[in-house]
């Protein structure tokens, strides 16, 4: 007897071996070497690895980002949504424990009008689900890959948040540059309009000319009132992020604050994205901080143990099952009651499901293939957003240098053809061009430098920066 019993623990612990139900997820997620592209030159470490404060040096910025993430509806649903996991997987954990009920119960029955008998039972009932089959450790594992997920999705969250307030807070510097650009644009053009009307009432031009600088320099005006509304829309969406009524958003002035590397050479402007100090990093650290990567790889972990569970039901369930306690009905009513115990064993084998078992299997084994081509297109993607940020930040960087000496050639153009015109040799339809000209350039160049801090934010991103 003792040998037969050893045989069949020993069969058993074959079987389970063999079918693999208790195997543990193992990462199949790759990352090429060139996941970047093949242009991309690589470093020892990555900026995606900098803490969002030490990227982000303005004071004024790291508060705001700060409040938004305190206090933005989103993330904190996020948060709930994290607590809801954790409480899933502690009920996991908990499912190898058995389960203790207390029921008591009462009977009053009469034959035929007869005297009543009364009867009780005060059972404590006790049930154990056993894991012979790996069920409840696949339905665990399953549940810590879902949190993982739901905590990483914070992290995503986070890094999300961390970038539009960023853009927002850089468009508003942006928007005041401007601001300021158009303001002495409208004193200087309004100057300009007044000499032009003192020389009209004098005879020296025609009207003709006084109205074409009039026109210009309400057009001035149009775009102050443009860029004024622009800028409450700008604070309104960083209101909504704050979850706050409308109100002034606090900023200091462009330039004043380099984003990651304040020893960066050159002047305000091209400090903003200097591509010298931008490191890329090795494709394996892409894999490690980015928030999207992660969550793919947890949702391959998550259907692998699906599938588990899914080869787990064509194995038998063996429940044990037990009561005690006080009764007084044990075939013959006496008073007072006697102590019953009870034990029960049960063993359920799927025969026939209509399909049901072989169906799910199906399903997650196919869940599982679906979601590898999911993890390796995220990588894909991943790489060419990698790409697409450096591109847009040395196209910048390019056109900052050629957009700042286009301004300042610009200037000199319109000082001269004002010149020329006190002198008589310049008519006003040059000093027009040359004055709309050069607005036009100050303002491409003040949205060129924040093109190029939104090409870096958004390689930070892209790099899994702003998680921590």
Same mark, same amino acid.
């Given at each position: 007897?003792?040998?037969?019993?050893?045989?069949?623990?020993?069969?058993?612990?074959?079987?389970?071996?063999?079918?693999?139900?208790?195997?543990?997820?193992?990462?199949?997620?790759?990352?090429?070497?060139?996941?970047?592209?093949?242009?991309?030159?690589?470093?020892?470490?990555?900026?995606?690895?900098?803490?969002?404060?030490?990227?982000?040096?303005?004071?004024?910025?790291?508060?705001?980002?700060?409040?938004?993430?305190?206090?933005?509806?989103?993330?904190?649903?996020?948060?709930?949504?994290?607590?809801?996991?954790?409480?899933?997987?502690?009920?996991?954990?908990?499912?190898?424990?058995?389960?203790?009920?207390?029921?008591?119960?009462?009977?009053?029955?009469?034959?035929?009008?007869?005297?009543?008998?009364?009867?009780?039972?005060?059972?404590?009932?006790?049930?154990?689900?056993?894991?012979?089959?790996?069920?409840?450790?696949?339905?665990?594992?399953?549940?810590?890959?879902?949190?993982?997920?739901?905590?990483?999705?914070?992290?995503?969250?986070?890094?999300?948040?961390?970038?539009?307030?960023?853009?927002?807070?850089?468009?508003?510097?942006?928007?005041?540059?401007?601001?300021?650009?158009?303001?002495?644009?409208?004193?200087?053009?309004?100057?300009?309009?007044?000499?032009?009307?003192?020389?009209?009432?004098?005879?020296?031009?025609?009207?003709?000319?006084?109205?074409?600088?009039?026109?210009?320099?309400?057009?001035?005006?149009?775009?102050?009132?443009?860029?004024?509304?622009?800028?409450?829309?700008?604070?309104?969406?960083?209101?909504?992020?704050?979850?706050?009524?409308?109100?002034?958003?606090?900023?200091?002035?462009?330039?004043?604050?380099?984003?990651?590397?304040?020893? =960066?050479? /050159?002047?305000?402007? $091209?400090?903003? @994205?200097?591509?010298?100090? +931008? %490191? #890329?990093?090795?494709?394996?650290?892409? *894999?490690?901080?980015?928030?999207?990567?992660?969550?793919?790889?947890?949702?391959?972990?998550?259907?692998?143990?699906?599938?588990?569970?899914?080869?787990?039901?064509?194995?038998?369930?063996?429940?044990?099952?037990?009561?005690?306690?006080?009764?007084?009905?044990?075939?013959?009513?006496?008073?007072?009651?006697?102590?019953?115990?009870? =034990?029960? /064993?049960?063993?359920? $084998?799927?025969? @026939?499901?209509?399909?049901? +078992? %072989? #169906?799910?299997?199906?399903?997650?084994? *196919?869940?599982?293939?679906?979601?590898?081509?999911?993890?390796?297109?995220?990588?894909?993607?991943?790489?060419?957003?990698?790409?697409?940020?450096?591109?847009?930040?040395?196209?910048?960087?390019?056109?900052?240098?050629?957009?700042?000496?286009?301004?300042?050639?610009?200037?000199?153009?319109?000082?001269?053809?004002?010149?020329?015109?006190?002198? /008589?040799?310049?008519?006003?339809?040059?000093?027009?061009?040359?004055?709309?000209?050069?607005?036009?350039?100050?303002?491409?160049?003040?949205?060129?430098?924040?093109?190029?801090?939104?090409?870096?934010?958004?390689?930070?991103?892209?790099?899994?920066?702003?998680?921590?």
């Amino acid at each position: 007897m003792k040998i037969k019993s050893i045989l069949i623990a020993a069969t058993v612990s074959f079987a389970l071996t063999g079918c693999g139900l208790y195997d543990k997820y193992e990462s199949k997620g790759t990352i090429p070497a060139d996941a970047f592209g093949n242009d991309v030159k690589l470093t020892e470490t990555s900026l995606g690895e900098m803490s969002w404060r030490e990227f982000f040096t303005d004071p004024l910025l790291q508060q705001l980002i700060d409040s938004v993430l305190a206090r933005n509806t989103d993330i904190n649903s996020v948060r709930i949504a994290i607590e809801q996991s954790e409480a899933s997987l502690s009920a996991a954990k908990l499912a190898y424990l058995p389960s203790l009920y207390f029921s008591p119960q009462g009977t009053l029955s009469s034959f035929d009008f007869g005297p009543v008998s009364k009867t009780y039972n005060l059972p404590l009932q006790l049930s154990v689900d056993i894991d012979a089959f790996g069920s409840i450790t696949s339905q665990k594992r399953k549940s810590k890959a879902v949190l993982m997920q739901a905590q990483i999705h914070e992290e995503a969250m986070r890094s999300n948040l961390i970038s539009i307030v960023a853009q927002q807070y850089y468009m508003l510097q942006v928007l005041d540059r401007q601001m300021e650009i158009l303001t002495a644009t409208d004193s200087l053009w309004n100057a300009s309009l007044e000499t032009e009307k003192t020389l009209w009432e004098n005879g020296k031009i025609f009207s003709t000319a006084v109205n074409q600088m009039e026109s210009s320099y309400l057009n001035v005006k149009t775009q102050i009132v443009d860029t004024r509304r622009n800028i409450r829309s700008v604070e309104n969406a960083l209101c909504s992020l704050l979850a706050q009524t409308p109100q002034h958003i606090n900023r200091s002035k462009w330039g004043s604050s380099a984003l990651h590397h304040p020893e =960066a050479k /050159g002047d305000t402007g $091209q400090r903003m @994205f200097d591509t010298d100090f +931008l %490191k #890329a990093g090795v494709p394996a650290l892409l *894999l490690k901080n980015r928030p999207d990567i992660r969550i793919a790889d947890h949702a391959m972990e998550e259907a692998f143990y699906n599938a588990q569970a899914a080869r787990a039901a064509f194995f038998p369930a063996i429940t044990l099952s037990g009561s005690g306690g006080w009764t007084n009905n044990a075939g013959v009513i006496v008073n007072p009651g006697k102590v019953l115990l009870n =034990a029960v /064993g049960s063993l359920t $084998q799927p025969i @026939f499901a209509r399909g049901r +078992l %072989k #169906a799910n299997l199906k399903i997650a084994k *196919l869940t599982q293939e679906d979601l590898q081509r999911k993890y390796v297109q995220t990588v894909i993607d991943a790489g060419n957003q990698v790409n697409e940020a450096l591109a847009d930040c040395q196209a910048a960087r390019e056109k900052h240098a050629y957009y700042h000496r286009q301004v300042e050639v610009l200037r000199e153009a319109y000082t001269g053809t004002h010149e020329l015109m006190d002198n /008589g040799k310049a008519n006003y339809l040059e000093v027009l061009t040359a004055q709309e000209s050069l607005l036009s350039a100050q303002l491409s160049e003040a949205m060129n430098m924040y093109s190029g801090a939104q090409a870096v934010i958004a390689l930070y991103i892209a790099l899994g920066g702003g998680i921590k």
